[in-house]
Every structure is written in C-alpha cells, then in structure tokens.
C-alpha cells in the first residue's frame, strides 16, 4: 500500500497522459481530485454512522521551486475541462486573504445564483499556485483559520457588515495550494495545525521532475465521456455516499491506523494526521462517485487509503523534527571576535580594523591573553598605528627576521610600505603532469557534475 493507487476514470486518464508530463504523476491526480471534489461538493456528501459530510478535498503540493507544481496543475486541468463543463473556468478563485472576503465571495456568489434555473450555487475552487504569499497575510487576520475550519466542515458561515449580514449554508469550497518545503515549515505552524486549521489539508510532496526527449509533444486529448457522464449523474440531484459492507473491515483497519499513528508520533507531527480515517473516506466517496456509483467498496476505499496514507508519509517528512528543541547559538567573546577580526587580516590587524566590529575598546584588547599590540609610525611625520597580531606568531617573527622596508614613489612624495614580521612566501612545487585518464563511464554527464 505503500504507492499510490490512481484508481477510476480520474487516474487512468492521468496515466494516459503520464508519459507526456515534465511532472510528478501523483500531482496531477492529486490536483485533478480536488477540483473533481469541489465540482460535485454542491450535491454530493458522504455518510458514515448516519452523519452525512461534504465530499470536499483540500490538498497542497509541496515542491521546490521548477519541481512541477504549475505543470501537474495545468494537467489536471487537461484532464477535467471538457468533463466538467464551464465549471472550472467560472468557478475559480484564488487570493483570498481574509475570513471576511471568503464568506463574501462565496455570499456574492450565492445572491447572484439565486434566481437561476439550477439553483443557488456556493462552489468554489479556490487555487493559490503562490500560497506563501497568502499565509504572510493571514497571519494579520484572526478570523480566517476559524472561517477556514468551518468551510472544510461544511458550516454556515457569517459576515456582520455594516449593511447587512451575509450567510452562507452549506458551502463547497475547496482550496489546492502549491508551496515549497521550507515555506510549509515557516508558515503552517504547529499551532495552527493544532487547532485544526491545516491539518485539514493533504500535503504531497512531488518527486523528480522527468526530462522528456521532445518537448514540442502536447498532451494526448481526453474525450472525457466517462467522467462527463459521471459528473451529470453526481449534479443531477442530492446524492449521500456510503460504506458498503464488505468495505468495513477495511474501515476498522484505516481508523485504528490512524488512531495509533496519532499516538505514537511526537505531537509536532501528530497534529497533522489526525483527520487521516475522515480524508479516507472523502477521498474513497470521491472515487465512488467517478464510477457513477453510491457505495463504497473494499477496492476503492483501499485505493483511497493509498492515497492518504502516502500524504500522511509526506506530512511527517515535512514536519520532521518539529518536536525537537532547537539549539541556541553561544555568543563569542571578546577575545574570539578580535582573533577572528586578526586571522581575516592575514594576522595583522590595525585598530580601525579591529575595534568597532568588537565592540571593545583599545585597552580592553590590549588585555587579553594571546594578543599583540604594536604601535608601528609611517615616517618621523607619521600618524603612529596600533597593530594587533597573534602571539603564536610570535616565533615565526624571530625567524623571518627583521622588517622589510620598501619605498614607493607617488607624486613626489615616499611613501614607506611595512612588510612587518611576515616571512617570504615559497613559490609553489610544479604538480607532476598527469596523463589524461580514459573515460569508461558509460554516462558521459557524470564526469560534469
């Protein structure tokens, strides 16, 4: 169970398309899922001990930069666009940063549905392809991760304006992110996912990024009847998806699964699983309905657990050592700085080059042990200079003899140069010719790297 099933209509269109793809294959479906999710989320829950919920997928692939995130979901959108109608392209949002504007864009939607002849209508996709952007924001609004957490649940959620109320039942929306590692690790804290407002989405992380032979290839095109079919059936009416019964002793598995899980990982990284058994289901109802089907059967809620077991794999990869404590930095002393300040030098250091990076003054460096000071004078007219060195260089002085003096003509004036106590550099040994050695990798690229 360790790979990801791509199951139904969705994933073998995605397999189709696989091998024309600079880009994970588990992206695209991952993407394609959720927008698949959020098509249907306006008529389609799924129930499990009498308690219907919506059918609502909120993922995030997590890449770095060039590592596919844009690609898999351009293909996604390839595989669904003709089966989903104008859904995606009227339907689609992105850059909401406040608890205030989701309810309103799904309020104003709403109001403008209304009165049509299918209906009010609160579906909506909400894609961030720059979700760091957005989590800098949120951070300033309090608001957002309590509204974020009532739209995955499928609450009412509220505006009170100045004008009026806005309320809106039952909303649909889904979000899909694309984040990179470290960004995941900065913003989407352990709080956060704590109180439930993250650990409601399903973090992937995308692997290497394959290098076609020929770029000019486009995507295979996708007739789509399938899911076509699928997606009328699922929008024709209010439909709740339920366990069939051969599927429920896997549904013991899944939950105890990730009821042990939850207890054995460091807290850090247990918070982001918890909902691990509730996305199961959504993911297997999702699935379901693809194949036109109300019940949920051991192959497909197997299917979907590979799919969630593998995101919960990736969460702890995110999240490793999130519970660990973090090292505090020991500051230098005084003494380690002006050695450090001497050694950038090549081991003699005047006072301005010293003492305002130290944070000491001149008699406090003269203090130390293993320092020292010179007052060296340029000329009988001179300015003299204070010269920091290090004692242990104090033996290779007596050795390399006195100072030499060099003078240097500049426009009249001599100018005296101190090579002070500095011995003279040997020139280097000529390294022996070596012959040019014959190449018997059979992968000539790696001797470049």
């Known amino acids: 169970m360790s790979t990801p099933v791509l199951y139904g209509p969705i994933g073998r269109a995605v397999r189709k398309i696989a091998p ?38 909120w993922s995030a692939l997590v890449a770095g930069t060039g590592r596919g995130k844009g690609t898999a979901l351009r293909s996604a959108l390839h595989v669904l666009d003709k089966s989903l109608g104008r859904f995606l392209a ?32 609160v579906r909506a996709f909400v894609c961030e392809e720059e979700w760091s952007e957005v989590l800098r924001r949120v951070k300033r609004d309090a608001s957002f991760t309590t509204k974020l957490r009532a739209a995955w649940d499928g609450s009412t959620l509220r505006n009170t304006t100045k004008e009026a109320a806005e309320e809106v039942r039952d909303p649909a929306m889904v979000l899909h992110a694309h984040v990179t590692p470290s960004d995941w690790a900065r913003y989407v804290g352990e709080s956060e996912a704590a109180g439930g407002s993250y650990n409601r989405i399903l973090p992937f992380l995308l692997g290497s990024v394959p290098m076609l032979d020929d770029d000019r290839v486009s995507l295979p095109d996708m007739d789509g009847w399938e899911l076509s079919d699928a997606y009328a059936w699922a929008t024709a009416r209010p439909r709740v998806i339920t366990l069939a019964e051969d599927a429920r002793p896997l549904w013991r598995i899944v939950r105890r699964y990730a009821r042990i899980l939850g207890e054995t990982l460091p807290e850090g990284q247990a918070v982001f699983i918890e909902r691990t058994a509730e996305q ?21 809620l197997s299917a979907a657990f590979t799919l969630v077991r593998c995101s919960v794999q990736d969460a702890v990869r995110i999240t490793k050592g999130a519970d660990s404590p973090k090292l505090k930095r020991q500051p230098l002393s005084i003494a380690d700085k002006v050695r450090a300040r001497i050694e950038m030098h090549g081991g003699r250091a005047t006072s301005s080059q010293v003492l305002p990076y130290v944070g000491a003054t001149a008699s406090e460096v003269k203090e130390l042990p293993g320092i020292v000071v010179t007052v060296e004078r340029s000329g009988k007219t001179g300015r003299p200079a204070t010269v920091f060195t290090l004692r242990e260089d104090s033996s ?24 002070a106590y500095r011995p003279a550099p040997k020139a280097p040994e000529p390294e022996p010719v070596k012959q040019r050695e014959r190449v018997t990798d059979p992968n000539p690229f790696r001797a470049l790297l």
């Open 396 to 419: 290779q002085r007596e050795e390399s003899g006195p100072a030499k003096r060099t003078v240097m003509e500049s426009n009249g004036t001599k100018v005296v140069r101190l090579d």
């Open 90 to 121: 009227t339907h689609t949002t992105s850059g909401i940063t406040s608890g205030a504007s989701m309810v309103h864009h799904l309020w104003e939607q709403q109001e403008a549905t209304t009165e049509t002849e299918q209906g009010r209508d």
């Open 20 to 57: 024309f793809l600079e880009a994970d294959a588990l992206g695209v479906y991952v993407a394609a899922l959720s927008m698949w999710s959020a098509a249907i989320g306006g008529t389609v829950k799924v129930s499990s001990r009498g308690n219907a919920r919506p059918v609502l997928l």
């Open 280 to 300: 199961t289901l959504r993911v297997a109802a999702c699935l379901a309905a693809s194949e036109c089907s109300e019940s949920i059967t051991e192959e497909i």
